[in-house]
């Protein structure tokens, strides 16, 4: 993706997580976004936190769960790893940033 640079690198969102943050900054310093991709950035960002959530509280409960009548349940958690984890892949691939960084970029 090869768009006009900005002049000062945009901060990541305060509400991702640590992780998310770090990958934040490093797309924006080895792509060139402009607005809308910083907000399909930030999405892909809380998708992946959504999922990381999920997955501990899946690691903690267990995929399933007895209902009232003692019947397996698949916990929410399930659907909400699997729906951020499609969310994610699917930003990516918007953002399409499969390609060459900008051509500053040094590894």
Same mark, same amino acid.
């Given at each position: 993706? *090869?768009?006009? /640079? /900005? *002049?000062?690198?945009?901060?990541?969102?305060? @509400?991702? *997580?640590? +992780?998310?943050? %770090?990958?934040?900054?490093?797309?924006?310093?080895?792509?060139?976004?402009?607005?809308? @991709?910083? &907000? !399909?950035? #930030? !999405?892909?960002?809380? %998708?992946? +936190?959504?999922? #990381?959530? %999920?997955?501990?509280?899946?690691? /903690? @409960?267990?995929?399933?769960?007895? +209902?009232?009548?003692?019947? $397996? &349940?698949?916990? $929410?958690?399930? =659907?909400?790893? &699997? +729906?951020? &984890?499609? =969310?994610?892949?699917?930003?990516?691939?918007? !953002?399409?940033?499969?390609?060459? $960084? @900008?051509?500053?970029?040094?590894?």
């Amino acid at each position: 993706m *090869s768009l006009a /640079k /900005k *002049s000062a690198t945009p901060e990541p969102p305060r @509400h991702l *997580s640590r +992780d998310a943050r %770090a990958w934040w900054r490093l797309v924006v310093e080895r792509y060139e976004l402009e607005e809308q @991709h910083l &907000r !399909l950035l #930030q !999405l892909a960002g809380e %998708a992946w +936190d959504r999922a #990381q959530a %999920a997955r501990v509280a899946l690691a /903690k @409960h267990g995929t399933v769960y007895a +209902d009232r009548f003692g019947q $397996p &349940r698949a916990r $929410p958690e399930v =659907a909400i790893e &699997r +729906d951020a &984890r499609l =969310a994610f892949a699917r930003l990516l691939r918007e !953002l399409d940033l499969e390609g060459e $960084p @900008h051509p500053g970029y040094r590894r």
